[in-house]
C-alpha cells in the first residue's frame, strides 16, 4: 500500500525485533489489547494460528463451531464491553462464513475485526485451492478492508484496522493476509493509528447549530426524544440522562438504543416502532419537536415516511453526516458525538417539565396496558405467553442481567419487557435482523462481562440456526444461560401469514427435534416447562445455576406481537389486536 | 417523482486498491446505472480523481454523495450538473482505408474538428473529442461506412465552482 505511510498518523513506537507476519499479527492483537478471540482455523491461517498456540498464555481463542459464530460472539462481546471484537478465519469458506456477522456489525454500527487468511500471493486469481475474493465480497459491507500481500505492511495495516473499527461511528473491518505474508519475516515495530488523512472519525461540531436546536428546545410544547444506539455508542449515558432530566422529555428508545436509559426511569416512555409502544409511536405524529439522538430513522421505527411526525420540526443529533436527511429531513442537524453535543447543550437548555404531555403517554399507556400487556404478562388463558416468561426472568435478574435476543416475536417480547437497570444489557440483532445471532452473541456477551448474568432469549427457529455452538458453550464451560420460547412455528413470519395472507402458513411451522436430548449431549443443565405452575421455579433454578443451563418453554402456538404497525402504514395506524 | 438528470460525480480519493469496487458498489446498492466512469490521477500528488457520469435525481445526489464521502480512502465528493462543468469525451473509430478518399467523410472530419490519427493499408483511424451528443452525431455519419471498430472514452470534466481539495488535506492533517 503505497500511500499508507503518508496517509496515518501514530503514537508511540515500540521496540524493533525480528519476527515472522504470523507473529506480528499476534503483537498487534496484543498491543491493541486484545486478549480474547473467536475463530475457526484452516490451511490459509495456521502460521497465525501456530502463534497463538504459542501465546495462548496472553491470548485466549475461542474455537466456535462455525466462523458465523464467531463473529457473533466478537459481537455480543464489542456490543457488552464497548471494545473491538476480533474474529478470525481460513481463506475461502472460512473467510464466506463470516460475511452474515460482518454484515450485522456494519448495519448495527458494531466495532469489529475479522482477520482473514488468503492464499499465497503468487497464487492469487488462479482458482487455487479455498482461494475466494474475500476483499472483494465483503466490501459493501465493511466500514474498511485491505488485504496485505508483504509481512512489512502487517504493523500499519493492524493498527490502522482498530481505529477504524472502533472511532467514529463504529464498524467492521476485515483484514485479508496472504500465506507468505504470514510465514515472512521482517523488523516489526508497532505504533497505534490515531488518525487517517481522508478519514474525519467525528464532524465538529458547530456551535449555531447547538444553538438551534436549544431554541426549538426551549420553545417546544410537546417534544418528543428518540434515541438510538448512538448514546451506549458513544459512552454518552450520563450525558443523556441529564440533558433529559433537565429539559423533562418524554423519551423512547429504538431497539438498538435499549438500556442506554434505565426502565423505569420516570422519563422513559418505551420503544418506537412497529412493535413499539403505543404512546411514543401515536404520539410521534402529535410532538411539536422531534429530537433524534444517535438513531438513523430505520423503516422498522419511521413505518410509512410520507404520514410520519410531518407537524414535527426535527432536530437530529448524528455523528455519521451521511444518515442526516437520508430518511427523514431535519430541521437542524447536531453533527457530531452525542457525548460532545449533549454536555454542550445542556447548558442552553431550559428547566421543564411538560406535566400535561407526559399524561398523554399514560393515557396511552393505560390502554395498551388493558388490551395487551395485561395478557401477555398475566394471562388467563391455559397456554403459556412468551411475555409471562420474561417477567419471570426479570423477576429473577432484577433488571441485572444482560439479554441478549435473536429475531422474530420473541425478540420483540424481550424487548418490549425485559427489565434493564444498566446500559450496554441489550444485545440483539437489530438493523440485519439476522437468525441465528442470539447463541454465539451470547457466549460472547458472557465472556466480555463474565460477573454478570447473561441470559439469551432464542425462537425454535433462529436456535437451529447456529444451535452447533453449544459445542463452544460445553468446551469453554461458559455459563450462559439460554431460553428458547418453543412455539414450533416461525413466529413471526406464521403472524404475517396469519394477518396479510389469509393464513397460508407456507413452510412456517417447525417439526422439532427433542432440544433437551440435545443440551444433554452436550451435557448442558436442561428443562422443558409446559405448565404455568413450573414456570417460576424454573427460571428461578436457571438463573441460580453456576453452569450453563438451557431452559425450553413451550409456549401458545399462534400468539402474536401487538402492539403493530403494519408494513407500509404510518405509525398513527398502530393496531391494538 | 422527482426529476432525474445528469450529474457529473467527482470523487478525490487515496489510491488504494479496491476502492473502485468500494465506490461503484455504492451505485449498485442504489440500483443506479453507470453512464460512465473516469479514474486519473489529480491536481495533487498521491491524491487521485474518480470521475462518475449518472442519471438521477438531486436528493438521490446528495444521498449518494454521503455514502461516497463516508468511505475511509475518499477525501470529498462533489456533483455537479452539465451547467457547472467543462467537460469532454474522446472517441476512436476505425475505418476500412477504401473510404480514406471519399470526399464526403473528409467534409465531415473537418466539420467535427475530428482527425485522422493512423492510416494503414487496410484501415485508418480517427479520433474525436466533445460532448457525448456531439460524438454520437459523428457516430451516426460514420456508421454508413463501415465501422470496423468504435470506443469512446468516460467523461472527463472540469468544475466550474472550486473544489478545494489542498485546503481539506491541510484540515484533515
Not at chain 2, 60 to 73: H, L, P, S, V
Amino acid at each position: 500500500m503505497e500511500t499508507q505511510t503518508t496517509v496515518a498518523s501514530k503514537t508511540k513506537a515500540s521496540k524493533t525485533v525480528h519476527i515472522s507476519g504470523a507473529e506480528a499479527v499476534i503483537k498487534c492483537l496484543l498491543e491493541e489489547g486484545v486478549d480474547l478471540i473467536y475463530g475457526y482455523p484452516g490451511g490459509a491461517i495456521m502460521p497465525i494460528y501456530d502463534e497463538l498456540y504459542k501465546y495462548q498464555d496472553k491470548l485466549q481463542h475461542v474455537l466456535t463451531r462455525h466462523e458465523q459464530g464467531a463473529t457473533h460472539s466478537a459481537q455480543g462481546f464489542a456490543r457488552v464491553t464497548g471494545k473491538v471484537g476480533v474474529a478470525m478465519a481460513t481463506s475461502g469458506p472460512g473467510a464466506t462464513n463470516l460475511i452474515t456477522g460482518i454484515a450485522d456489525a456494519q448495519i448495527d454500527s458494531t466495532p469489529m475485526v475479522c482477520i482473514t487468511g488468503q492464499v499465497w500471493k503468487h497464487l492469487l486469481g488462479s482458482d487455487a485451492f479455498q482461494e475466494t475474493d474475500i476483499v472483494g465480497i465483503s466490501t459493501p459491507v465493511t466500514k474498511w478492508n485491505y488485504q496485505i500481500t508483504d509481512a512489512s505492511e502487517i504493523p500499519e495495516v493492524m493498527a490502522k484496522a482498530f481505529y477504524i473499527a472502533r472511532s467514529g461511528r463504529p464498524g467492521p473491518v476485515l483484514i485479508d493476509i496472504t500465506k507468505n505474508a504470514q510465514v515472512e519475516t521482517f523488523d516489526f515495530e508497532y505504533e497505534k493509528c490515531t488518525s487517517v488523512r481522508s478519514y474525519k472519525a467525528k464532524p465538529k461540531v458547530d456551535k449555531n447549530q447547538l444553538k438551534a436546536a436549544a431554541k426549538l428546545i426551549n420553545a417546544a410544547k410537546k417534544p418528543l426524544i428518540v434515541f438510538g444506539q448512538g448514546v451506549i455508542l458513544g459512552e454518552a449515558e450520563a450525558e443523556f440522562k441529564a440533558f433529559i432530566e433537565k429539559a423533562g422529555i418524554p423519551s423512547a428508545w429504538t431497539i438498538l438504543g435499549l438500556s442506554a436509559l434505565p426502565t423505569d426511569h420516570p422519563l422513559n416512555v418505551g420503544m418506537v416502532g412497529m412493535h413499539g409502544n403505543y404512546g411514543p409511536n401515536k404520539l410521534t405524529n402529535e410532538c411539536d419537536v422531534l429530537i433524534a439522538i444517535g438513531m438513523r430513522f430505520d423503516d422498522r421505527v419511521t413505518g410509512n415516511l410520507d404520514s410520519y411526525a410531518k407537524q414535527a420540526k426535527v432536530i437530529h443529533f448524528e455523528i455519521d453526516p451521511a444518515e442526516v436527511d437520508k430518511n427523514v429531513k431535519a430541521d437542524v442537524a447536531v453533527l457530531g458525538d452525542v457525548k460532545d453535543t449533549l454536555s454542550e447543550i445542556f447548558s442552553m437548555i431550559d428547566t421543564n417539565v411538560h406535566t400535561d404531555w407526559h399524561q398523554e403517554f399514560k393515557d396511552y399507556d393505560k390502554i395498551e396496558y388493558d388490551k395487551v400487556i395485561k395478557n401477555d404478562l398475566y394471562p388467563s388463558k391455559d397456554g403459556l405467553t412468551m411475555g409471562e416468561v420474561l417477567k419471570e426472568i426479570n423477576n429473577a435478574s432484577n433488571g441485572d442481567a444482560v439479554i441478549v435476543s435473536d429475531v422474530g416475536q420473541h425478540q420483540m417480547i424481550a424487548c418490549r419487557y425485559a427489565k434493564f437497570n444498566q446500559s450496554k444489557s441489550n444485545v440483539t440483532s437489530g438493523g440485519l435482523g439476522t437468525m441465528g445471532f442470539a447463541l454465539p452473541a451470547a457466549i460472547g456477551a458472557k465472556m466480555g462481562v463474565p460477573n454478570r448474568e447473561v441470559v439469551a432469549i432464542i425462537g425454535d427457529g433462529g436456535y437451529q440456526m447456529t444451535i452447533q455452538e453449544l459445542g463452544t458453550i460445553f468446551q469453554t464451560r461458559v455459563p450462559v444461560k439460554i431460553v428458547v420460547l418453543n412455539n414450533e412455528f416461525l413466529g413471526m413470519v406464521r403472524q404475517w401469514q396469519q394477518l396479510f395472507f389469509d393464513k397460508r402458513y407456507a413452510s412456517t411451522e417447525l417439526i422439532n427435534p427433542d432440544f433437551i436430548t440435545i443440551a444433554k449431549g452436550y451435557h448442558i443443565d436442561a428443562k422443558k416447562v409446559t405448565k404455568r405452575e413450573d414456570l417460576a421455579a424454573a427460571v428461578e433454578e436457571m438463573m441460580a445455576s453456576k453452569d450453563a443451563y438451557f431452559l425450553e418453554v413451550a409456549v401458545e402456538k399462534e400468539d402474536n406481537v401487538f402492539p403493530m404497525i403494519p408494513s407500509g402504514a404510518s405509525v398513527s395506524d398502530i393496531r391494538l389486536s | 417523482m422527482e426529476k432525474e438528470r445528469t450529474y457529473t460525480i467527482s470523487v478525490y480519493t487515496e489510491n488504494n486498491i479496491g476502492l473502485l469496487n468500494r465506490l461503484s458498489a455504492i451505485f449498485l446498492k442504489r440500483h443506479i446505472n453507470i453512464e460512465s466512469m473516469t479514474v486519473s490521477k489529480s491536481e495533487i500528488d498521491d491524491v487521485h480523481r474518480f470521475t462518475f457520469v449518472v442519471n438521477i435525481s438531486e436528493t438521490q445526489a446528495r444521498k449518494i454523495i454521503g455514502q461516497i464521502e463516508k468511505q475511509i480512502e475518499v477525501i470529498r465528493a462533489f456533483y455537479h450538473t452539465d451547467d457547472e462543468v467543462i467537460y469532454q469525451e474522446s472517441a476512436l473509430f476505425k475505418i476500412s482505408t477504401e473510404h480514406l478518399y471519399d470526399e464526403e467523410i473528409q467534409d465531415k472530419l473537418k466539420f467535427r474538428r475530428a482527425n485522422i490519427i493512423t492510416i494503414t493499408e487496410h484501415y485508418f483511424v480517427i479520433e474525436s473529442s466533445g460532448s457525448k451528443s456531439e460524438i454520437d452525431k459523428l457516430y451516426d455519419r460514420l456508421k454508413p461506412y463501415g465501422l470496423m471498430q468504435f470506443v469512446r472514452s468516460g467523461r472527463i470534466a472540469i468544475t466550474r465552482p472550486k473544489m478545494a481539495i489542498s485546503e481539506l488535506l491541510q484540515e484533515f492533517n
